[in-house]
C-alpha cells in the first residue's frame, strides 16, 4: 500500500444537496462514510478536514456586513455540525470515529491535541477535524495542509467534483485540459484555483504531496491510496 496515512480534504458542498450543495443530504453523507470506512479498512489511517460551504461561508457572510474575524468563527462553527454528521455516518458504517476541535465545543468533541490525535489514528479510529485551525482569515484548505504536516501523513487528498486540475474552469471552457502534474510553484505562479496559496506555501516548505481528484466517482479514494494515477499530483 503506497500510503499508511492520508488527510482527506472534503468540501462542506460534498456532503449537502447534490443540486445546490447546501444542507447536510443524508445520502450525500452515508455515501462518503462508507468510501472512507473501506479506506480504513485496507488498513490505512484516516484524519479528515471537512469545510463548512454547505452551511455559511464566513468570507461571503462578511459581505453582508459582519466582521470577517465573527463571519469566519461562524464558519468554524459550520466545520463543526459537519464533522459531527460525517461521525455518526461513519461508526453507523463500523469504524470507531473521534471529532477534534481547533476551538472548544466539549460537550461534542475533543479539543484539537497533536499527540492524542496520533493515539487515535494508531489505535485505527478515524479522526475528523474540524474548526479549521481555530483562526480567523484561514481556510480550511491551509487548515488540512497544517494538520496533514503535524500528523505526519504522507499525502493529502484534497476531494473535488473533477477529476483533476484543468487549465481553465472544464464546466465552462470545452478547451480546458487536466493536468497530470504540477508543481507547487506551478499552482502559485499561474494562480491555479487549487487551494489558497498559503496552504499550497505550506506543502511546498513540508514537501506534502497533494492529490487532487473526483470523490464523487465511487470508489476512487480507494483507487487513490492503493496507487492509482488519478487526478492530478502536485508535487516538488
Do not use: W
Not at 505550506?202 to 488519478?230: A, S
Amino acid at each position: 500500500m503506497p500510503y499508511s496515512r492520508v488527510l482527506l480534504k472534503l468540501s462542506g458542498e460534498a456532503l449537502g444537496n447534490p443540486e445546490t450543495g447546501h444542507g447536510i443530504d443524508p445520502d450525500s453523507v452515508n455515501k462518503i462514510a462508507k468510501q472512507i470506512v473501506h479506506v480504513a479498512g485496507l488498513g490505512v489511517e484516516v484524519a479528515i478536514v471537512c469545510g463548512g460551504g454547505n452551511i455559511l461561508r464566513g468570507a461571503e457572510f462578511s459581505k453582508m456586513g459582519s466582521s470577517r474575524a465573527s463571519a469566519d468563527y461562524m464558519g468554524m462553527l459550520g466545520t463543526v455540525i459537519n464533522g459531527l454528521a460525517l461521525q455518526e455516518a461513519i461508526e453507523a458504517a463500523g469504524k470507531p470515529t473521534r471529532v477534534m476541535t481547533a476551538i472548544e465545543v466539549r460537550a461534542t468533541a475533543e479539543p484539537f491535541v497533536r499527540r492524542r490525535a496520533l493515539a487515535h489514528l494508531e489505535k485505527g479510529r478515524v479522526v475528523i477535524l474540524a474548526a479549521g485551525t481555530g483562526n480567523p482569515f484561514f481556510t480550511t484548505d491551509t487548515a488540512a495542509a497544517l494538520r496533514a504536516t503535524e500528523l505526519g501523513c504522507e499525502a493529502l487528498l484534497k476531494a473535488t467534483k473533477v477529476d483533476g486540475v484543468y487549465t481553465a474552469d472544464p464546466k465552462t471552457d470545452p478547451t480546458a485540459k487536466r493536468l497530470d502534474h504540477l508543481t507547487y510553484m506551478d499552482v502559485l505562479s499561474r494562480r491555479l484555483a487549487v487551494m489558497d496559496s498559503t496552504a499550497i506555501t505550506l506543502c511546498m516548505e513540508n514537501n506534502m504531496p497533494v492529490v487532487v481528484f473526483n470523490f464523487f466517482e465511487e470508489g476512487n479514494i480507494g483507487r487513490v491510496v492503493k496507487g492509482e494515477r488519478l487526478g492530478t499530483r502536485i508535487t516538488a
